[in-house]
Each structure stands twice: as structure tokens, then as C-alpha cells.
């Protein structure tokens, strides 16, 4: 009961019920710093410690050398260049025409060696998946990876023997009653040598890859597939090549990195001075510039030029790659 004169306290419109159970305290896991992460898998960092210094030894303490591209080198000297001397190396490359004939043959001879041994070993490893045969898959994909062992001399050598004026080529040219041809000394002859025997020698070890990306695919899509009546060109249209697209996008990228970098060891062993109007590249360039004609600074530049045409290269690939397929090295 109130008491007369009093105010009754106000009531709310809803009864209140009854009060909530205490929240439990909220248990925030502990951030796995990298000293923790180290500590706990130290046996497992540890092998990549060789990598890691192979990687810094031989390609990352070298780019300090870069240095000499603007600074005046002489042997014996100052190993980063006795002064400064500017873009005046980066000047004389630019206006040498013998460089730019260089640097014409390297993109010919990368876009020739891409077009035709980028495609291949996925051709290849599509034909090895539609063998039944497991004996006869094993036979001709050990076949195909013998040459990758071979020593680039040993190519080379194999090469010049097989292409020679007295070689197997020739003597089946005259059992056909032409004339021999001096393959070697021609220049219009160097390119098809060199990428015919690149793509013999590569194209069988770059299935590896391939082969193992067609394990990953489901085997339900290709069962759903027949039941939809695709044909075989069509499973592999629509099935295999999208399963295997991260691994084509991915290696086209690495390939793309090293565009400039043409095989440097397989030309310096078939050219010679006939066949620099198309064999000359800036890699066997620069080992005429720097190491024969001691022009450590000029050829220096020149590699600058090429490692920042390599970079551009790789980023631009990476950048259509994620845009276009959605797939990327990073």
C-alpha cells in the first residue's frame, strides 16, 4: 500500500526478468610471433638456411656490382670503379647500331623460342594422359626426358656433327641428289637450328609439371562430361585445360622472366662470326665486350638494361595474368 500523500515509484510496462548469466571472459589466442614460429619449427626452417645463402651469395651480393655501370672500372683498381662517370655507358649502348642488331636478334630469338617450346610440352603431356598403356607411357616419357640430362655441350657437339657439310643431314640431302648445305655457316639457317634443338632438348622434362597438375583434376568432371555426350577433344577443352590453366599461367610467367636471357652457353658453342648477323645476342655480347674486349663498365650497362627489361617484363605478365585469368605468381 502507498501512504497517503507519498508518490508510488514508477513501474516499468514490461516485467523485468530474470537477470542474464555473466558472459564468459573472451580467451583471445596468443599471435604466433616469427621468434615462436622459429623456436617451434626450427628443424623445419633450417633447411632452407643453404637456399637462403646460395640466393645471397651468388645473387644478391653480385647486383653491389652493378655499380661500375656508372662509374669509370679498370681491373686491378677499385672493385666498385675508380670514379663517377654518369649515364655516359648507358649514352654509348644506346647509339652503338651494333647493339641494337643485338637486341633485335635476343627478342627474335625469345619470342621464336616461346611460341614454339612453351606450347609443346603441354601438347605432349595431354597426348601422354590419353595413353592406356602404362608400359608404353613409362617407355616414351623416359625417351622424351633423355635429352634434359645431356650436357649443353654434348647438344651442341651432337648438333655440329648431324648439320656438318659432311653429316647425316648432308649425306641425305645428296642420297636425295642436292647439293650439301653449310647449315652452321649460313645465318638464315641459325635460328631454326638453335630452337629446333632447344625445343628436342627441353620439351619432354617440361611435361613433368604438366602431368602432375592432370593428376589434381576430378575424375567426376570427365565422367560428367560423357554423360553430357562431350567428346573426347571436348573433355579435354572443357575439363582438362581450365584444371591445368594456374599451372600454364604460372610457368608462362617464369618463361616470360627470362625472354632476354636466350640460352647464353648453346649459342657461344654453335655461332661463330657468319652467323652473328642473326646469332648474336646480348648475353654472348656482353661476354665479347666484357671479358675478351675488357669493357667491364660498358657491358656492365648493358646488363643493367637487360635485367630492368627481364623486371618490366615479369610484372606486366603478372598484371594481366591476375586481371585476365585470375591467377598470378603474387
Not at 602404362?134 to 622424351?144: A, I, T
Not at 610467367?253 to 654453335?270: C, D, P, S, W, Y
Not at 642473326?278 to 637487360?306: C, Q
Request: charged share 15%; net charge positive.
Amino acid at each position: 500500500m502507498s501512504v497517503p500523500g507519498t508518490l508510488d515509484p514508477p513501474r516499468s510496462t514490461a516485467e523485468a526478468g530474470p537477470p542474464a548469466p555473466p558472459r564468459p571472459p573472451v580467451v583471445r589466442a596468443k599471435r604466433l610471433t616469427w621468434r615462436r614460429a622459429l623456436r617451434r619449427d626450427w628443424q623445419l626452417y633450417s633447411l632452407a638456411l643453404l637456399p637462403l645463402l646460395f640466393f645471397a651469395v651468388f645473387r644478391y651480393l653480385p647486383m653491389i656490382g652493378n655499380v661500375i655501370a656508372f662509374r669509370k672500372f679498370q681491373p686491378g683498381g677499385n672493385p666498385l670503379g675508380e670514379y663517377w662517370v654518369g649515364l655516359r655507358y648507358v649514352e654509348m649502348f644506346l647509339s652503338d647500331s651494333t647493339f641494337w642488331n643485338v637486341f633485335t636478334n635476343t627478342l627474335v630469338l625469345g619470342v621464336l623460342t616461346l611460341v614454339v617450346c612453351f606450347p609443346l610440352p603441354i601438347v605432349l603431356a595431354l597426348l601422354f594422359n590419353e595413353l592406356s598403356s602404362r608400359r608404353l607411357k613409362r617407355f616414351v616419357q623416359s625417351v622424351s626426358y633423355l635429352p634434359h640430362f645431356l650436357s649443353v655441350v654434348i647438344i651442341a657437339a651432337m648438333v655440329m656433327q648431324l648439320l656438318s657439310v659432311d653429316g647425316t643431314v648432308n649425306q641425305l640431302v645428296r642420297a636425295f641428289g642436292g647439293e650439301p648445305i653449310p647449315f652452321l655457316q649460313q645465318p638464315e639457317w641459325f635460328r631454326t637450328i638453335y630452337v629446333s634443338s632447344e625445343a628436342w632438348q627441353t620439351v619432354g622434362w617440361g611435361t613433368i609439371l604438366y602431368l602432375a597438375a592432370l593428376t589434381t583434376i576430378d575424375s567426376d568432371l570427365y565422367e560428367a562430361a560423357r554423360i553430357d555426350g562431350a567428346s573426347r577433344w571436348r573433355q579435354t577443352w572443357h575439363v582438362t585445360l581450365p584444371g591445368i590453366r594456374p599451372t600454364m599461367v604460372t610457368l608462362l610467367i617464369l618463361n616470360i622472366g627470362t625472354f632476354m636471357a636466350v640460352g647464353f652457353e648453346k649459342i657461344l658453342l654453335l655461332y661463330n662470326p657468319l652467323t652473328y648477323p642473326t646469332g648474336d645476342v646480348i648475353s654472348t655480347y656482353l661476354f665479347r665486350m666484357g671479358v675478351l674486349s675488357n669493357s667491364f663498365s660498358y657491358a656492365a650497362a648493358i646488363g643493367l638494361f637487360e635485367a630492368v627489361i627481364g623486371l618490366t617484363l615479369v610484372l606486366t605478365a603478372n598484371l594481366i595474368a591476375r586481371r585476365a585469368v585470375g591467377t598470378s605468381l603474387w
